[in-house]
């Protein structure tokens, strides 16, 4: 009992030595929108909801960091997202689904260990006109980057204007070091108004099956005006891009029999490009076009098709920390793609909404 009493002293001090020398950030987004949505279910309904926003969805973090002397830092994030129109908890209702990690940074750059973005994620972050939006019909182009995956070790470093990045997932499979493991690796480059960067990655399920992403990106500054374009590739041997992320629920375009994802991977070509014009300093203006040839849709050979959408989004800041937008999404699928829309083979959305950062 004493010597429980003892390190329980100890664990308090240290921990009070260890606050003083801290510092702890509450932070977060809350953003709501109204949208209506065209061809919502199989009999063409359409629908109009309360929603998370167009761009963001919301979330609320703890982050903080230690000064340990020398340039070095300890630091953490965890991150929950949620929807405020029910409180529900987003990510399979996880407490922290968003991110959630512990870490060193310093002068060698930054080491991260926990649930944290995909490197394909936090490199079309940089280099997507909406940095990568919030409706399925203006972010499904960056499913195929799977977000976010957990146990993972990564390294994030800057030198100049060049930035590198590289990840690994441990699968945590006894006898195996393969199944479910994660592996990527990204480098960008900005020099003055110029920013172009590539990644590739690798996500396998099972021990055989694996599903990879590639790209390169570009971004140019011209005055007010951002440019942007971009190329996605695909290739999927395990279904989950298709099964997870590109098939409508409730569909009345059945999914073909007889697919085998192993076998005949899907395989994506996405380009995209995109600009964003800062009309006055509170109103920003972005337009974005996205195009995928789709071979191999869930699992079949030649069932191939393509999906296009054009997004229009309006912004204006009411302050540094709260937004109002207004938005417009169209997209339109073909052949073997019309899996991706529950009825005719389009959707229109319209949505305004309000978004405020804390």
């Known amino acids: 009992m004493k010597k429980s009493a003892m ?3 100890a664990g308090t001090l240290l921990a009070g030595s260890a606050y003083a020398q801290s ?46 002397g020398n340039n070095l830092k300890a630091i953490f994030q965890l991150e929950n997202g949620f929807d405020p129109d029910t409180g529900r908890a987003n990510q399979n209702n996880s407490l922290f689904g968003r991110q959630a990690y512990v870490g060193l940074t310093g002068d060698f750059g930054t080491i991260k260990l926990g649930r944290q973005y995909t490197e394909g994620f936090n490199l079309f972050g940089e280099f997507d006109p909406l940095t990568i939006g919030n409706y399925t019909n203006n972010a499904w182009p960056h499913f195929l980057t799977q977000l976010r995956n ?32 994660y592996w990527g690796a990204r480098a960008s480059y900005a020099y003055g108004n110029f920013g172009i960067g590539g990644v590739f990655q690798e996500i396998r399920v099972g021990a055989d099956a694996k599903q990879q992403m590639w790209g390169v990106a570009g971004k140019y500054t011209a005055g007010a005006a951002k440019l942007f374009l971009g190329y996605i590739g695909g290739k999927d041997e395990t279904g989950v891009i298709d099964t997870g992320y590109m098939n409508a629920a409730n569909s009345r375009n059945p999914i073909p029999v007889g697919g085998d994802a192993l076998a005949n991977p899907r395989e994506d070509m996405i380009l995209y490009t995109g600009v964003t014009y800062q009309l006055t300093p509170a109103l920003a203006l972005t337009g974005a076009f996205y195009y995928d040839d789709i071979d191999n849709k869930n699992g079949v050979a030649g069932n191939d098709g393509k999906r296009y959408t ?9 302050s540094k920390r709260t937004q109002v937008y207004g938005t417009v999404d169209y997209n339109k699928v073909t052949d073997g793609a019309r899996t991706e829309m529950p009825g005719k083979s389009n959707q229109t959305g319209v949505a305004v909404g309000i978004r405020h950062i804390f």
């Open 150 to 181: 957990n146990n993972v070790v990564s390294y994030d470093g800057k030198f100049g204007g060049l930035n590198v990045g590289a990840s690994y997932g441990f699968g945590e499979t006894a006898g195996s070091v393969r199944t479910n493991q």
């Open 23 to 68: 510092s702890v950030t509450l932070y977060g987004i809350v953003d709501q929108s109204i949208r209506y949505q065209t061809n919502s279910n199989a009999a063409d309904d359409g629908l109009v909801e309360l929603t998370n926003g167009a761009i963001t969805n919301s979330r609320w973090g703890i982050k903080g960091s230690e000064a340990l």
């Open 7 to 9: 390190i329980l002293a």
């Open 310 to 318: 054009g997004v229009l989004l309006a912004e204006y800041a009411l």
